[in-house]
Structure formats: structure tokens, C-alpha cells
Antibody, heavy 121, light 110 residues
């Protein structure tokens, strides 16, 4: 059974960088042709796709975030990470990592429980 | 990119069937058979219910079905049960940015 677990600070100051890591267990991040995504949910709101990465390092980003966003992968640790710089209060959200079973076409079958990140001074 | 359009809320009584719509454009829903549906209970991660318009992942009840006509996809839940009360989100592959979600629909079981 594949499991994903987000980790990182729950509080980030405005203008700083939000950094999160997703650890994948129960399966290898390099097998199966899966894409690995970050998705966020603002409090009381809907889902917003942030971006994803393939184990080779190929990335695709939400155009609204691309100027501030970097997603990377560490296959030796079976992890992938998100860095979002110059954050504001609008970046306060629950951040989920997820696996896309359809090679980037957006069918997320395994999700992490999510981590609430608050941007505040 | 603009979110896909879903009704804010739908409701139904136990045993009834309900349908949730998800309207996009020819650049997303209408252009690709890559529509997914998710169920989310409060405080929980979303759960994939339907992918590729009408396919159910293993373990998902056959009371859940998906379809698409033109730029609108639909999720139908038959034999409504109390446990189906949740938020439902659609998503689609899009030519503008790989994935876009709908705004979500709150299902109330009366």
C-alpha cells in the first residue's frame, strides 16, 4: 500500500520561502510511470493544482505559480519537494502531495493527509 | 487558469440518485477524456472516485458513475447513502496547464 507523508514547517513568514517534502513509502518513486504532485486547499475553499514532477526531474507547474515555484525529486530518499518563494497570506493553505496514476493527466489515487501551512509574521 | 464550474450544492434523500455537473471548455473537459472525480469528507484527504471520465478505481462502489457530453462531465451517485455526504470535486487535463479542478460541490443527504 503506497503512502505519502508531507513534512515541513507549519508557519512561514511573509516574503520567505515555503519548503515542504513528501516522503513516499510502500513503493518506489521511480517505478510505474507515475507523476508526483503537489495540490493545495485554501481554508474552506476548493483544490488548486500546484505542479508535478516525474522521477527523471521533468516538471510541470501551474502557470499562476511558476515564477515562484520549484519542485524537485530525490530518488535516493524516495522523496519529492516543493519550494514556493516570496509567500504571502494568500499562500496559507493545506498542502497535499499526491500520486497521479495517469502519467500527468490528473487522476490522483494516493494522497498525503496534508499539512497546514500558515503564512504570518 | 479558470476553475471548472460545478454547482455549489446538491441534495438528495437516501436511496435517490443525484448528478453533479462539471462544465469546462473544449480546452479541458471537452477536449480530453481525462476527467476525474474526488470525494472529500471534512478534515480528510480527497479520495479518487472516477478517472478517465467513467472508470472506477478498485474498491469504489459501483453506485458511483461518470459520463461526459461535450464540455460537461457528470458524476452520478445512485442509491444515495448518508456516508455519501461530502464535498465532490472534478478535475480535468487541460491544454493550458496540465490539471485544473472544479470549485467543488457540497452534497447533502437529507
Amino acid at each position: 500500500q503506497v503512502q505519502l507523508q508531507e513534512s515541513g514547517p507549519g508557519l512561514v513568514k511573509p516574503s520567505q520561502t515555503l519548503s515542504l517534502t513528501c516522503t513516499v513509502s510502500g513503493g518506489s518513486i521511480i517505478s510505474g510511470g507515475y507523476y508526483w504532485s503537489w495540490i493545495r486547499q485554501h481554508p474552506g475553499k476548493g483544490l488548486e493544482w500546484i505542479g508535478y514532477i516525474y522521477y527523471s526531474g521533468t516538471t510541470y507547474y501551474n502557470p499562476s505559480l511558476t515564477s515562484r515555484l520549484t519542485i524537485s525529486v530525490d530518488t535516493s530518499k524516495n522523496q519529492f519537494s516543493l519550494n514556493l518563494n516570496s509567500v504571502t497570506a494568500a499562500d496559507t493553505a493545506v498542502y497535499h502531495c499526491a500520486r497521479d496514476r495517469t502519467s500527468g493527466y490528473g487522476a490522483f489515487d494516493y494522497w498525503g493527509r496534508g499539512i497546514l501551512v500558515t503564512v504570518s509574521s | 487558469q479558470s476553475a471548472l464550474t460545478q454547482p455549489a450544492s446538491v441534495s438528495g434523500s437516501p436511496g435517490q440518485s443525484i448528478t453533479i455537473s462539471c462544465t469546462g471548455t473544449s480546452s479541458d473537459v471537452g477536449g480530453y477524456n481525462s476527467v476525474s472525480w474526488y470525494q472529500q469528507h471534512p478534515g480528510r484527504a480527497p479520495k479518487l472516485m472516477i478517472y478517465d471520465v467513467s472508470n472506477r478505481p478498485s474498491g469504489v462502489s459501483n453506485r458511483f458513475s461518470g459520463s461526459k457530453s461535450g464540455n460537461t462531465a457528470s458524476l452520478t451517485i445512485s442509491g444515495l447513502q448518508a456516508e455519501d455526504e461530502a464535498d465532490y470535486y472534478c478535475s480535468s487535463y487541460t491544454s493550458n496547464s496540465p490539471v485544473v479542478f472544479g470549485g467543488g460541490t457540497k452534497l447533502t443527504v437529507l
